[in-house]
């Protein structure tokens, strides 16, 4: 079974802090994903990763930034936490057209 | 904006009732259009996927209807059960391209 783990379920920081929330796949998956989820928004894509040390913008950027240092991790730096960046926080990876979440990380910002 | 508009936001059946959840598309580049289900605390999961070249798949009680020329898919469940209660996603994409455009999503409450 492929496994997504979130290193955090609940995370709540103060405006103006670094945050990182860290994504690890077991599968050699070589594409990951960064969304938030929001009612009535759907997922939106943060930014996603197509390979060790590559990345690209999804539909929402702004405020965030990502890292992808080996295969199996992609973290996911809001480099100055603002309160419109409380969300669910999803990651992805992908294999053959099927994307695998991992359980979700609440953020929530004060 | 978004690529693809899923209604309704939510909707309440009885069990042994039909669900469906009817979502859109502008880009006719799209060729893949998955079905991800997703339960409270959990991440969504992969339900059921079709391409535009068949109007209809069906996978147990889980059926996709695909219009080609109106550009809309629907998901329907039959037989609903308390079970499937979770919020349901459709999403489209081009088999070439790494990502996803994700409907808004509809909770569906199944009541015994």
């Known amino acids: 079974d492929v496994k997504v783990t979130q290193s955090s379920r609940y995370l709540v920081k103060r405006t103006g802090e670094k945050v990182f929330l860290e994504c690890v796949q077991d599968m050699d998956h070589e594409n990951m994903f960064w969304y938030r989820q929001d009612p009535g928004l759907g997922l939106r894509l943060i930014y996603f990763?197509?390979?060790?040390?590559?990345?690209e913008k999804g539909d929402i950027p702004e405020g965030y930034s990502v890292s992808r240092e080996k295969k199996e991790r992609f973290s996911l730096i809001l480099e100055s936490a603002s309160t419109n960046q409380t969300s669910m926080y999803l990651c992805?990876?992908?294999?053959?057209?099927?994307?695998?979440f991992g359980p979700g990380t609440r953020l929530t910002v004060t | 904006q978004q690529q693809v508009k899923q209604s309704p936001q939510s909707l309440i059946v009885q069990k042994g009732g039909i669900s469906i959840i009817n979502c859109a598309y502008e880009n006719t580049a799209f060729d893949y259009f998955p079905w991800y289900q997703q339960f409270p605390g959990k991440g969504p999961a992969l339900l059921i996927a079709i391409r535009p070249d068949v109007s209809e798949k069906k996978e147990g009680r889980f059926t996709i209807s695909f219009n080609k020329s109106a550009k809309q898919f629907s998901l329907h469940i039959m037989d609903s059960q308390p079970g499937d209660s979770a919020t349901y996603f459709c999403a489209a994409s081009k088999r070439t391209d790494y990502k996803l455009s994700f409907g808004a999503g509809t909770t569906v409450t199944v009541r015994a």
């Open positions: 992805a990876s992908r294999s053959k057209n099927e994307q695998y």
């Open positions: 990763s197509y390979d060790v040390k590559m990345k």
